[in-house]
């Protein structure tokens, strides 16, 4: 959370900026004021604190207590520090495990305003589900796909802009579409998905929420990433990213409940190397 004020800063107006440097260097008190009592020690107004809680892409002054409260509960240690060329192998390693770490926490702090039920519902009831992933989100949507599609619902991936543009096309009503995107600015991703939502469809997005794609989106999974500028480390967000799914695709198993289980029953027996007839039989 506080990862998150600080990469806000440059954004906010002069009152914002003075709102978040105080939060910055008193943390503790911040969490524990009242509304009234931030505006005072800011030397602001009430819905100007207000404003800033909602340009962090939360609720309102209440919502912005409980992160805090939050953020404060993690462990000191998962802090993030940059990798420098100078840096010894083990020193690098333990960046590395370090920045994902923070990954993964931030996101689990974050987890009760998420909407997973809304989600899970949505997904529950559809006809087919669709993970779009361009670059390295390309990746993470290849790996929810093949998580998902054990639980019986066809899904795909798509990784490119001529298919997404193209199943866009041809989506129908309560077809779900989950986009990945750490910017949330590929206009193209934003066109197909206006196009699903005309259709009848549904956008479920992992995103920035301050992006165009959060704009267009039904159910959002707000994805504030601060990723290390460093050549040398690789992006932390995709951890939690996959996480985030991997905790849906278990969501949603429990809310389809026996014929999930049958299914995932199937598709391991399926990998037996008794049940599979070696190659040579064919």
Same mark, same amino acid.
């Given at each position: 959370?506080?990862?998150?004020?600080?990469?806000?800063?440059?954004?906010?107006?002069?009152?914002?900026?003075?709102?978040?440097?105080?939060?910055?260097?008193?943390?503790?008190?911040?969490?524990?004021?009242?509304?009234?009592?931030?505006?005072?020690?800011?030397?602001?107004?009430?819905?100007?604190?207000? +404003?800033?809680?909602?340009?962090?892409?939360?609720?309102?002054?209440?919502?912005?207590?409980?992160?805090?409260?939050?953020?404060?509960?993690?462990?000191?240690?998962?802090?993030? +520090?940059?990798?420098?060329?100078?840096?010894?192998?083990?020193?690098?390693?333990?960046?590395?495990?370090?920045?994902?770490?923070?990954?993964?926490?931030?996101?689990?702090?974050?987890?009760?305003?998420?909407?997973?039920?809304?989600?899970?519902?949505?997904?529950?009831?559809? +006809?087919?589900?669709?993970?779009?992933?361009?670059?390295?989100?390309?990746?993470?949507?290849?790996?929810?796909?093949?998580?998902?599609?054990?639980?019986?619902?066809?899904?795909?991936?798509?990784?490119?802009?001529?298919?997404?543009?193209?199943?866009?096309?041809?989506?129908?009503?309560?077809?779900?579409?989950?986009?990945?995107?750490?910017?949330?600015?590929?206009?193209?991703?934003?066109?197909?998905?206006?196009?699903?939502?005309?259709?009848?469809?549904?956008?479920?997005?992992?995103?920035?929420?301050?992006?165009?794609?959060?704009?267009?989106?039904?159910?959002?999974?707000?994805?504030?990433?601060?990723?290390?500028?460093?050549?040398?480390?690789?992006?932390?967000?995709?951890?939690?990213?996959?996480?985030?799914?991997?905790?849906?695709?278990?969501?949603?198993?429990?809310?389809?409940?026996?014929?999930?289980?049958?299914?995932?029953?199937?598709?391991?027996?399926?990998?037996?190397?008794?049940?599979?007839?070696?190659?040579?039989?064919?």
């Amino acid at each position: 959370m506080l990862k998150q004020i600080e990469h806000k800063i440059p954004s906010l107006s002069r009152s914002g900026q003075r709102i978040a440097k105080w939060v910055i260097d008193h943390p503790k008190q911040a969490a524990e004021s009242t509304l009234a009592g931030v505006a005072r020690e800011c030397a602001t107004s009430e819905p100007t604190v207000i +404003r800033f809680c909602r340009q962090l892409g939360l609720d309102g002054f209440r919502d912005f207590t409980i992160r805090m409260t939050e953020a404060l509960s993690q462990p000191v240690g998962n802090i993030h +520090r940059d990798v420098r060329a100078d840096n010894t192998a083990a020193d690098a390693v333990i960046k590395v495990m370090d920045s994902s770490i923070a990954s993964l926490v931030e996101i689990r702090s974050r987890l009760s305003s998420m909407p997973v039920d809304e989600a899970v519902a949505a997904m529950a009831l559809t +006809r087919q589900i669709c993970f779009v992933g361009m670059g390295a989100s390309g990746h993470v949507a290849g790996d929810a796909w093949h998580k998902f599609f054990r639980l019986g619902i066809p899904c795909n991936s798509l990784t490119d802009l001529p298919s997404l543009l193209q199943f866009s096309a041809i989506a129908e009503q309560g077809d779900v579409f989950f986009v990945i995107s750490s910017s949330g600015q590929w206009p193209e991703q934003i066109r197909a998905a206006e196009l699903v939502r005309s259709r009848g469809g549904t956008i479920i997005a992992l995103t920035n929420p301050q992006s165009d794609l959060a704009a267009v989106a039904d159910i959002l999974f707000a994805s504030n990433d601060f990723e290390d500028t460093s050549v040398y480390t690789p992006m932390s967000s995709r951890l939690a990213q996959l996480a985030l799914l991997d905790a849906l695709q278990v969501s949603l198993a429990l809310v389809l409940g026996e014929s999930a289980v049958e299914r995932l029953s199937n598709t391991k027996t399926a990998l037996l190397q008794d049940t599979v007839r070696p190659l040579k039989e064919y």
